[in-house]
């Protein structure tokens, strides 16, 4: 229970899905952890993380990392496509803003050149932090590696400087 951060619910009922008892994210992490409690011997799991946050997504990764590390049995796949078009809808956005507000030309070849950078940008970074999240042991470790990640990215980036 402690590896799928549940702890504080571990006397709590279970319940309808959606109605009362636990949520949809902590039925999944409860799932996981009666199949690790009794100690198959390989675990094939699919589509792990869909349907969960960020943040439920990376606890039930590192259960899984931290069960196949210590005992090497098991095999999971991972789908993250289910990020791609949240980052498009921010880069659509973020382009949009900046677009106009820097007052470049509008022009659709300038636009989509800058909504390409944006977008594989963002989807970098969205993959650096799932990553970082997935190497380190806890969220507070995730967080300062890769602070001083962008710390370091923000020095020897380029800055958008508007034309007169």
Not at 14 to 31: A, D, H, W
Not at 111 to 131: C, I, K
Request: glycine share 4%; charged share 15%.
């Amino acid at each position: 229970m402690e590896l799928v951060k549940l702890e504080n619910i571990k006397d709590a009922i279970v319940g309808l899905p959606g109605v009362t008892g636990l949520s949809t994210e902590q039925r999944k992490r409860l799932t996981i952890v009666v199949e690790l409690v009794a100690n198959p011997s390989i675990i094939f799991i699919d589509e792990l993380t869909s349907g969960l946050d960020a943040r439920a997504a990376a606890i039930v990764m590192r259960a899984v990392r931290n069960c196949g590390y210590r005992k090497n049995r098991c095999l999971h796949h991972s789908s993250t496509y289910v990020e791609i078009p949240y980052v498009f809808a921010q880069c659509v956005y973020y382009s949009l803003i900046v677009y106009a507000m820097v007052s470049f030309e509008w022009t659709a070849t300038d636009f989509f050149w800058l909504f390409f950078m944006n977008f594989f940008s963002f989807l970098y970074f969205t993959y650096f932090g799932m990553m970082t999240v997935s190497i380190t042991p806890n969220e507070q470790i995730a967080a300062i590696f890769a602070a001083g990640f962008y710390l370091l990215f923000n020095i020897f980036s380029g800055f958008y400087i508007p034309q007169p």
